[in-house]
Every structure is written in C-alpha cells, then in structure tokens.
C-alpha cells in the first residue's frame, strides 16, 4: 500500500484527503496515518494538513523499494521489488527467491553488493550510492534453447532504457554489454536451473555504471558511466524503471513468437559494430570477418573474407572489434 500511495501523492497536483486513501485501499484511517508515518521515517517529505489531507512536499528521489514499485509502469516485470542496502549478491539472492517460490517478474536490487558476480567467474566491483545492481527472477515455459536469447532481450531493453533516460546513443556490444561511446557502462548475468528440458528460472542480473568513475585498474581502459558519458545527473529508479518497461514489452514480443524475429531489426539497429570489421575467438581458430548483425536464434552473423557467413553462437567464444573493446 506504500508504493501506491506515494504513487498516488506524486500525480496529485493538491491534496489527497485521507477519506480517499482509506477508500481507495479499503483501510482504516490509522492504517493510512501509519504507512505515512513509514513513507515519511524512510525520508519522503510529506505535508499533512487538516481538513485538507496529505501531499508530497518534495520530489526528492529515495532510493529504495517505494520509489522503485511507486514509478513502475509495467503490467508484471518489476511489479515487486525486493531492495536492500547491501547483499552478497542479487543474482544469488535472486536465485534463492527463485527457489523459495518468488513470482515471475520479483525484481532484486541492491544500493551495494560485497560478492558481486561478474560472467566467466570474474567480480563485479559493487560501491554504494552510485550505480544500479539489479537481478529479475524469470519462470519462463519454454525450451532450454530459448533461454540464452534472454540475454539478448535484456540487452536491448537496457540500451532502450539508458537512451530515453540520458539520451545516450547506447549500443549493444553482443551478447552481454551495453556500450556508450565505445565503453563499457553495463554488464548483464544470466544464470539459471534446469531440469532435463524443464527450466525452473532464469535469473536476469544486470550492473548498470551510473555514477561511478573511478573503475579499478583492469576496466579502467574500457569502462564508463553514464553521468560522466552525458555531462547530468541520472536518477537509479528512473533507469530501472524505463528498463523493466521496455524488457516487458520486448519480452512479451520474444514470448510470442519464440524467438528473436521480431526484434531483429531493433536489435541489430542497437548492435555495436554492425557492419564493421570484427574478431572471432573461436578456441578452434580465430578469424575476422564482418558483423552482419544477429539472426532470430540469437547468433552473431559474421561473413568472412571468401563470402561465407558463420553464425556465432555465445556460448563458445567471444567476438572482439579489430581496434579496441567494441
Ligand atoms: C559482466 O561480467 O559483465 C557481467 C556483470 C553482471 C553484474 C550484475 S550486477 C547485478 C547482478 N548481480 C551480480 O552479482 N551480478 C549481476
């Protein structure tokens, strides 16, 4: 009842009485007065005048699960967020939640993690107050095949998120990054449990650089953050937000159809590199060739010199730009 009420105290340009909320929610007045009283213990200034009712003093954003569920247009991505201050990890934590019953759509933030995970068994260094540290529980119905074009979905829900928020020309550096001006400002984690062909959940674990800018010394060459990248200031909950509203439209689309088909022209509109000259580390022989962009399973179609086109599928090898990380 929280979130709607903020949500509710946000839109209003006046006053919400008190009879409206105890209407609306079908509470008593205390039960209001009460989750006031917590809205305003977390920070949220809110003015209460007699006769008249409360009302939202300030915009100020506070970070955490009510500004999160309060600002969330979405129908079931992110309609439920658990938000902590600090957690090992949230894709941990997530697959936890998975197991002990959480919906699909539970959405998982954290404001630091101390064992943040990175892909193939690497860190992901995790400071509070500055960046976005997400993970979205999925219980998705379909094959095990399906389930590495998650990634891709999330890919382009990300840069879609980051362009209507900072206005950055986000690009997707396939399969896992997402890129501003040829760095690295995202980072993306799938992890999941199968059983046979039977998939129990897809954890979606998503590290966004916000504000961050003094990387370690391994990524500095190559990362960024979004608020250095656009010269302003980014609010955390609208990135999530805008994010969770584009995965949910993409995802239902993905859904639907069973594969990537109609979100291939998007995507490789998004795709960092397309059409430029690319590096394939393929453990049974690296090559070079052309990114065409990926097909509707997912892979990375790349023509090499003799006009033969390879399609790279994730999994077993990593595609590099001929000049640098993109
Ligand atoms: C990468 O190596 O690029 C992937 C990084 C993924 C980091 C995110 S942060 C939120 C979620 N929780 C984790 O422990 N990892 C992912």
């Known amino acids: 009842m929280k979130s709607e009420i903020l949500a509710l105290l946000r839109e209003s340009e006046d006053y919400v009485s008190g009879q409206e909320l105890c209407g609306r929610f079908g509470v008593s007045r205390t039960a209001v007065w009460k989750a006031i009283g917590q809205l305003k213990k977390e920070g949220y200034q809110i003015e209460a005048v007699q006769n008249r009712g409360y009302r939202l003093a300030s915009r100020q954003e506070i970070y955490g699960q009510h500004e999160l569920e309060s600002r969330m ?46 892909r193939r068994g690497r860190g992901w260094s995790s400071p ?6 997400f993970t979205l529980i999925l219980k998705p119905d379909f094959r095990v095949e399906l389930a590495s074009m998650v990634t891709l979905v999330t890919g382009l829900a990300v840069a879609e ?12 550096k396939w399969p896992n990054d997402i890129v501003v001006n040829g760095k690295k400002v995202c980072g993306m984690l ?24 003094d990387f370690p010394p391994e990524i500095a060459q190559i990362a960024a953050c979004l608020e250095q990248e656009c010269g302003c200031t980014v609010s955390r909950a609208e990135i999530i937000v805008s994010v969770m509203k584009s995965f949910e439209k993409y995802y239902d689309i993905f859904r639907r159809d069973g594969n990537l088909t109609g979100l291939l022209e998007r995507y490789n ?29 997912g892979e990375l179609l790349v023509e090499r010199e003799n006009g033969a086109v390879e399609a790279v599928y994730a999994g077993e090898v990593s595609v590099r730009g001929l000049y640098g990380y993109v």
């Open 73 to 118: 247009d979405t129908a079931w991505a992110g309609k439920t967020v658990c938000f902590y201050e600090e957690l090992g990890s949230t894709n941990l934590q997530a697959k936890l939640d998975a197991e002990n019953g959480a919906k699909e759509g539970t959405l998982i933030v954290a404001d630091m993690q101390t064992a943040g995970r990175g």
């Open 128 to 133: 509070p107050g500055t960046n976005v540290y």
């Open 161 to 172: 998120g980051i362009r209507s928020t900072c206005g950055l020309e986000a690009r997707i």
């Open 190 to 213: 799938a992890e999941m449990s199968t059983e046979q062909d039977f998939i129990h959940y897809v954890v979606m674990g998503v590290g966004i650089n916000v504000a961050r800018q």
């Open 269 to 297: 509109g998004m795709l960092a590199g397309k059409d430029g000259e690319v590096r394939v580390l393929d453990p049974k022989g690296e090559y070079t060739g052309i990114s065409r962009g990926i097909n509707s399973t």
